[in-house]
């Protein structure tokens, strides 16, 4: 699967699971027309994407839902990398 922004459609969405390692690779074609969204999942499977207009596969919705721990974790790290460094050498 070789995939172009620039030649997919806005909104759009590609699927591709492997069965043998339980994985599903995810692109998405969101509003801007030079970018293109690549997920990969162990945790969901299915085609499923949103009611609203964008049409956003499942995969990025649930991950829009989730990613407050990780994003307070990066502002934590960006804002006092010292005493994160000195914390891990402890």
């Not at 299915?46 to 964008?54: A, F, L, M, R, S």
């Not at 956003?56 to 307070?72: C, L, M, R």
Request: aromatic content about 12%; charged content about 25%.
């Amino acid at each position: 699967m070789i995939l172009n922004a620039n030649s997919e459609v806005k909104y759009s969405s590609r699927f591709l699971y492997n069965k043998e390692n339980d994985i599903l690779l995810v692109s998405y074609k969101p509003k801007d027309k030079n970018k293109l969204i690549l997920l990969i999942s162990s945790y969901h499977r299915g085609k499923n994407v949103t009611d609203d207009v964008e049409w956003k596969p499942e995969i990025i919705d649930f991950y829009n839902k989730t990613k407050t721990g990780v994003d307070s974790l990066d502002q934590f790290i960006g804002n006092s990398p010292l005493i994160c460094l000195y914390d891990i050498s402890m």
